[in-house]
C-alpha cells in the first residue's frame, strides 16, 4: 500500500447544497405545500412542516456546523413564493431574510452559490398553467431580476435553475412531482420554456452583475444499454439524449432538439458561465415495447450493484468521471452542484464520499476543469414524493425536536475540506473498505 494525499487544486470549492422547500419550513404559498396535502402524493404522507427550520433561523447553527467543519462555500436556493407571494406584490422582509443568510455566509468565509427555482413555484404561478404557459418566461425574468438586484451584492454564483431534466420528467411524465402530469409534449414544452427562461434570467443577472457568473444545474445520469442488442442501445442513447442532453445543448447551440424536431431559439446559445453538475448514480435500460409511457424501456440498477439505503441510488463512482467528461464538451468550467447519498445508518457514504471524490480528483488530474464540489447535503431534510425516509444529511435531524446529530460521515467530510484533499490515513480511518480502490 502507497501512502499518500490526493490532493485538490488551490481555491477549490468544498460545500453542501440545500434547497428553500427542503429545509426552511413554513413554505405554505407554493406547489409542494399544496403537494403535500393532498392524499397518497408524499409517501407515508409525510410533510415538509418546519423541515429543517432555517426560516426560524436555524440557518445560523447549520452554517455554524458547515463553517467549523471546513466547508467554504454553500448553495442554498431562494423561494419564489416568498418573495413574490402574490403577482402584484413583493415581499421585502422576506429579501431581507435572504439578506441576512447570505451575509452569514460571507461572515463565515462561505462562498454563496444562489439557486433561483429549485423544484418549486409560487402557487398563483401554478394556477396560471405554470411551466406550460409560456408567460411563465417573463414572470420567472422579473421574479430573478428583483431578486439579483436585491442580493447581488452578497453572492455571485447563480444557478437559474435546479435540473429542469428532473423537473420536466417528473412532473410531467412520470407524475410524482407536481402537477402530476404524463405527457410527453407537455414535458418538452416545459424543458423548453426553461430553456428560455433560463436564457432570460442569463442576461438580466448580467446586465445587473457583469461579473456574475451563471449557470444551471443539470442531473446527470448514466444510461448504459442491458446488452449489446441494437434495441437496448438505442434506447440507452435516447435516454440519454432525452434526459442528459437537450436541455445543455440548448444552452450551447441555441437549438432545441428532441424527438425529431429542432427548433433555433434567440439568445440562447452560450448562456452558461459554467455548468453545474447534480451526478447520484446510473443504471441500465433494457428495451420493452409494453412501456411507451416510459420511452419503451425498462430502466433498473444491476442485481450486483451496491445499493443505498432505500435503493434510490446505485454505488457508481465511475459514472461521475463519465459525466464531468460529457460535461467538458460544453465548454465551460464545471462544478458538482450536487452529489451523495440516503444513508441513515451511515454506513455506504463513508466509502460513497471517499470513493466518489476520488474519481473526481483523477478526471480533475487529467485537466478537465471542475472548480468545486457541493455534497447533497448538510442537514436531513424533506425528499420530495420520498419526503423524511430518505436521509442524505451530513447530520442527522430530529424533525420534532429540532436536535441534529453529527455522523461520522461529517467529520470525514471535515478531514477532506481541511487538507483539501483525501488522505490514505482519513479513509483508513473512516472508510477501511474504500482503501482498496484509493491506495491499493
Ligand atoms: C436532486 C434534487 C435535490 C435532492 C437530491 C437528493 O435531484 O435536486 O433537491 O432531492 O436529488
Same mark, same amino acid.
Given at each position: 500500500m502507497v501512502k499518500g494525499t490526493y490532493y485538490f487544486t488551490k481555491g477549490f470549492m468544498w460545500g453542501t447544497a440545500t434547497a428553500a422547500h427542503q429545509v426552511e419550513g413554513h413554505n405554505t404559498n407554493n406547489t409542494w405545500?399544496?403537494?403535500?396535502?393532498?392524499?397518497?402524493?408524499?409517501?407515508?404522507?409525510?410533510?415538509?412542516?418546519?423541515?429543517?427550520?432555517?426560516?426560524?433561523?436555524?440557518?445560523?447553527?447549520?452554517?455554524?456546523?458547515?463553517?467549523?467543519?471546513?466547508?467554504?462555500?454553500?448553495?442554498?436556493?431562494?423561494?419564489?413564493?416568498?418573495?413574490?407571494?402574490?403577482?402584484?406584490?413583493?415581499?421585502?422582509?422576506?429579501?431581507?431574510?435572504?439578506?441576512?443568510?447570505?451575509?452569514?455566509?460571507?461572515?463565515?468565509?462561505?462562498?454563496?452559490m444562489v439557486t433561483l427555482h429549485h423544484f418549486s413555484e409560487p402557487l398563483w404561478v401554478a394556477e396560471m398553467g405554470g411551466w406550460e404557459n409560456e408567460e411563465i418566461i417573463e414572470l420567472f425574468t422579473k421574479f430573478v431580476e428583483k431578486t439579483v438586484a436585491a442580493l447581488k451584492p452578497y453572492c455571485h454564483l447563480w444557478v437559474t435553475i435546479n435540473e429542469p431534466n428532473v423537473f420536466a420528467f417528473n412532473a410531467y411524465i412520470d407524475g410524482v412531482f407536481p402537477p402530476g402530469k404524463q405527457d410527453v409534449k407537455i414535458a418538452l414544452d416545459v424543458l423548453r420554456h426553461m430553456v428560455l427562461a433560463h436564457a432570460r434570467a442569463y442576461h438580466v443577472i448580467h446586465e445587473l452583475q457583469p461579473e456574475a457568473r451563471v449557470g444551471t444545474a443539470i442531473n446527470y445520469r448514466g444510461f448504459k444499454p442491458a446488452s449489446q442488442w441494437p434495441w437496448d442501445r438505442w434506447m440507452a442513447k435516447l435516454h440519454h439524449h432525452l434526459f442528459n442532453n437537450v436541455f445543455v445543448q440548448a444552452l450551447h447551440t441555441g437549438t432545441f432538439k428532441a424527438l425529431g424536431k429542432k427548433q433555433k431559439l434567440d439568445r440562447v446559445s452560450g448562456t452558461q458561465d459554467f455548468l453545474g453538475l447534480n451526478y447520484y448514480t446510473g443504471e441500465y435500460?433494457?428495451?420493452?415495447?409494453?412501456?411507451?409511457?416510459?420511452?419503451? $424501456? #425498462?430502466?433498473?440498477?444491476?442485481?450486483?450493484? +451496491?445499493?443505498? *439505503?432505500?435503493?434510490? !441510488?446505485?454505488?457508481?463512482?465511475?459514472?461521475?468521471?463519465?459525466?464531468?467528461?460529457?460535461?467538458?464538451?460544453?465548454?465551460?468550467?464545471?462544478?458538482?452542484?450536487?452529489?451523495?447519498?440516503?444513508?441513515?445508518?451511515?454506513?455506504?457514504?463513508?466509502?460513497?464520499?471517499?470513493e466518489h471524490l476520488h474519481a473526481l480528483w483523477r478526471v480533475i488530474n487529467d485537466n478537465y476543469p471542475v472548480e468545486g464540489y457541493f455534497y447533497w447535503t448538510l442537514v436531513d431534510n424533506f425528499e420530495w414524493e420520498r419526503g423524511w425516509s430518505q436521509r442524505f444529511g451530513l447530520w442527522?435531524?430530529?424533525?420534532?425536536?429540532? $436536535? #441534529?446529530?453529527?455522523?461520522?460521515?461529517?467529520? +470525514?467530510?471535515? *478531514?477532506?475540506?481541511? !487538507?483539501?484533499?483525501?488522505s490514505s490515513e482519513v479513509t483508513a480511518r473512516y472508510a477501511p473498505e474504500a482503501m482498496q480502490t484509493l491506495f491499493p
Open positions: 405545500f399544496a403537494w403535500e396535502q393532498e392524499e397518497s402524493r408524499i409517501l407515508n404522507r409525510d410533510r415538509s412542516g418546519l423541515a429543517c427550520d432555517w426560516w426560524g433561523g436555524r440557518w445560523r447553527e447549520d452554517f455554524d456546523r458547515a463553517q467549523a467543519s471546513a466547508q467554504n462555500a454553500h448553495r442554498l436556493s431562494i423561494e419564489w413564493s416568498r418573495i413574490q407571494p402574490a403577482p402584484d406584490r413583493w415581499d421585502e422582509n422576506a429579501l431581507d431574510r435572504y439578506r441576512e443568510m447570505l451575509i452569514g455566509l460571507q461572515d463565515r468565509k462561505m462562498t454563496p435500460v433494457r428495451f420493452n415495447p409494453f412501456a411507451p409511457d416510459q420511452f419503451f $424501456a #425498462r430502466r433498473f440498477f444491476r442485481p450486483d450493484s +451496491l445499493l443505498s *439505503e432505500t435503493g434510490f !441510488i446505485a454505488h457508481d463512482p465511475q459514472g461521475l468521471v463519465e459525466c464531468v467528461k460529457w460535461g467538458n464538451q460544453f465548454g465551460v468550467p464545471m462544478i458538482i452542484t450536487e452529489n451523495g447519498v440516503e444513508d441513515r445508518e451511515d454506513v455506504l457514504r463513508p466509502r460513497y464520499l471517499v442527522e435531524l430530529n424533525q420534532k425536536t429540532q $436536535a #441534529r446529530v453529527r455522523r461520522p460521515s461529517a467529520e +470525514l467530510y471535515e *478531514e477532506i475540506c481541511r !487538507i483539501n484533499g483525501i
